[in-house]
C-alpha cells in the first residue's frame, strides 16, 4: 500500500502564497503521474494540477500562471508552489498519486487532504 502526507494549508491573505507538499511512502514500486485536485464547499472535487511521469504538466485554467506543480521522484514527492492566491482558492486540497505495484496493477491514491483558506 501506498499511503500520502500532505502538509503546507493553513490561512492567507488574498495575494499570499502557499506551497503544498504531500511525500509517498510504503511499499512503493512505480509512481508514474502525481498531481493536486480541490474541493471546495458545495462544489465538486476538481483538477488543479497533475505532473505525468514524463514531465509535462498540465494546470486548470483558474490557476494557470499562479500555481506551479514540481516532483522530486527521488523523495516520491510532489509539490503544488500556489501565489497570488485568491478567496476562490479556498479549498481542501487532495494530492493524487497514480501508482503501479510489481504485479502490474494500476492504482490511484489521494491524501487526507490540507485545508486552505484565503481570507482578509
Known amino acids: 500500500q501506498v499511503q500520502l502526507v500532505e502538509s503546507g494549508g493553513g490561512l492567507v491573505q488574498p495575494g499570499g502564497s502557499l506551497r503544498l507538499s504531500c511525500a509517498a511512502s510504503?511499499?512503493?514500486?512505480?509512481?508514474?503521474?502525481m498531481g493536486w485536485y480541490r474541493q471546495a464547499p458545495g462544489k465538486q472535487r476538481e483538477l488543479v494540477a497533475r505532473?505525468?511521469?514524463?514531465?509535462?504538466?498540465n494546470y486548470a485554467d483558474s490557476v494557470k500562471g499562479r500555481f506551479t506543480i514540481s516532483r522530486d521522484n527521488a523523495k516520491n514527492t510532489v509539490y503544488l508552489q500556489m501565489n497570488s492566491l485568491k478567496p476562490e482558492d479556498t479549498a481542501v486540497y487532495y494530492c493524487?498519486?497514480?501508482?503501479?505495484?510489481?504485479?502490474?496493477?494500476?492504482?490511484?491514491?489521494w491524501g487526507q487532504g490540507t485545508q486552505v483558506t484565503v481570507s482578509s
Open positions: 493524487n498519486v497514480d501508482h503501479i505495484a510489481t504485479t502490474g496493477v494500476w492504482s490511484p491514491n
Open positions: 505532473s505525468s511521469s514524463s514531465g509535462s504538466t
Open positions: 510504503g511499499s512503493i514500486f512505480r509512481i508514474t503521474a
